[in-house]
């Protein structure tokens, strides 16, 4: 048995880099990883093939992005092959998913790392962990799922995406931060529907690279917030009922912003005494992504 935590990560802004080659595409941005995430266990079962199920279930919904995983990294390496050259029936992957679905916590990229390392290392796949990584950022935007999460789940703490596309070539600039990231997840909103819009995302990327030319000439923790909150309102993507939630956070953070796509609100914070219990309090995961092994 192996599990894989990966870090929920939230954006809060960016601008998005269409290419047909989906390697190649992806965003420009910043976001923060978190201490809660998604950890993906994968174990040997008597059931022939591959069984995927989230929190100890079957979601055939939310399951979608861990299939879609599979079948790129079988179309270049033969499961069934790998499967029988390590003595395997089937595996059982689960994923345990601290996190609202759908809100902005990079939930999909999260599955799709969680999936590949795993893999990787159960059945001693002959990839490196860049390799690993380019199949997960394949698997969402094939998906449209998201564009960055991935490249900045494989790095730590408050990270700066400087050059768009998949790990190893995309390019991530990251530092330390001590804050606490205060956040509530109010519903779902579809990346899809956003990323996919061209009116969207000709606005969304101009004011994003706006915003990171300014949030570059000092690049610290509370910038990262106060850029995140210009960011949400320019963009048009702020809503009315986010807005207040914020002013709402304010009260005991330093600054708080909307998550980038969901309607989430986030913040950060050094005092957490006086947060009420209707938020979900984490820390800013600088560590990266957790590997252990029991096989």
């Not at 109010?186 to 061209?198: A, K, N, P, R």
Request: charged letters at 20%.
């Amino acid at each position: 048995m192996i599990s894989i935590f990966v870090p929920s990560h939230i954006t809060g802004f960016f601008s998005i880099y269409q290419k047909n080659n989906k390697l190649l595409k992806g965003s420009l941005g910043c976001g923060v990883l978190l201490d809660k995430g998604v950890k993906t266990t994968i174990s040997q079962v008597d059931d022939e093939g591959i069984h995927i199920q989230i929190n100890g279930k079957v979601d055939k919904y939310n399951e979608t992005i861990s299939k879609k995983t599979l079948e790129i990294i079988n179309k270049n390496y033969s499961i069934s092959k790998y499967l029988a050259k390590n003595n395997f029936k089937g595996l059982l992957i689960n994923h345990e998913i601290e996190v609202s679905i759908g809100c902005g916590f990079g939930t999909s990229g999260s599955s799709c790392l969680g999936i590949a390392i795993g893999l990787k290392e159960i059945l001693n796949l002959p990839i490196d962990y860049t390799r690993a990584g380019q199949f997960a950022h394949l698997s969402e935007v094939s998906l449209n799922c998201g564009l960055g999460d991935v490249i900045a789940q494989m790095s730590k703490g408050i990270v700066l995406r400087i050059k768009p596309g998949a790990p190893g070539i995309g390019e991530v600039k990251s530092f330390k931060s001590d804050y606490y990231i205060i956040s509530k997840a109010l519903g779902q909103i579809s990346t899809s529907s956003i990323i996919t819009d061209s009116e969207f995302v000709e606005k969304i990327t101009d004011v994003g690279i706006d915003t990171q030319k300014q949030f570059v000439e000092n690049p610290t923790s509370e910038n990262f917030i106060k850029s995140s909150y210009e960011f949400s309102k320019n963009s048009g993507l702020l809503n009315s009922e986010i807005q207040d939630m914020i002013s709402e956070l304010n009260e005991f953070c330093i600054g708080s912003s909307m998550a980038m796509i969901g309607n989430t609100v986030f913040g950060l914070c050094e005092d957490i005494s006086t947060v009420s219990k209707d938020y979900m309090i984490s820390k800013i995961n600088n560590q990266g992504i957790n590997i252990s092994k029991d096989i």
